[in-house]
């Protein structure tokens, strides 16, 4: 393990060979005595996880090989990350979130609790990119909302509570509360009672 600035781990937390705690952001390349990262207790960190500084994490969090996240980030308690993801920071992630291998979730997004975002999902923040106007912006998922795999997400869109999206989906528009997002561009349809995760 590497580490830079001031870190905190919690007990009885594994972390495995080349991880880095704490990476500087560019205002703290030159800096030593900055605030690293906080982690709860019973973490697992993979090899190749990469945390940057400003990071707040809470307990019994795990980590896939090679993960990245970003400074000014806060990540709940029981949250799995999987391998290969991409956290850009200035994200907010509730507690029991379930993020699966290759997904990218891009700066100023809101995640909520007990959301689970299938693999090689895809946020973005840039309406017109690369101009960066209007400003970044990234989706808002509600409470227990699902994102499937390989779906794609348009900036500022907000999944309602215990919504989803289908495999494959590109999400142009918000997606109201239990319903479910399917197809390119996305539809709106009722949700299947098997997918349903709250009353």
Partial sequence: MEQYGINSIGEN???FENVILGFPSRQNI????????II??????RPGTTIYCDVNIGDDFSSGHNVLIRENTTIGDRVAIGSGTIIEGHISMGSDVRVQSGA????NTVIGEGVFIGPYAVLTNDRYPPTGLPALVGPIIEDYAIIGANSTLLPGIRLGRGS???????VTRDVPAGTLAVGVPARIQP???AMRRIA
């Fill in 104 to 107: 990218f979730i891009p700066i």
């Fill in 13 to 15: 937390s594994q972390i």
């Fill in 164 to 170: 989803a999206v289908a495999a494959g989906a590109v």
């Fill in 30 to 37: 030159d800096r030593t005595h900055y605030k690293g990262v």
């Fill in 40 to 45: 709860g207790k019973n973490a697992i960190l």
């Fill in 191 to 193: 949700l299947p009672d």
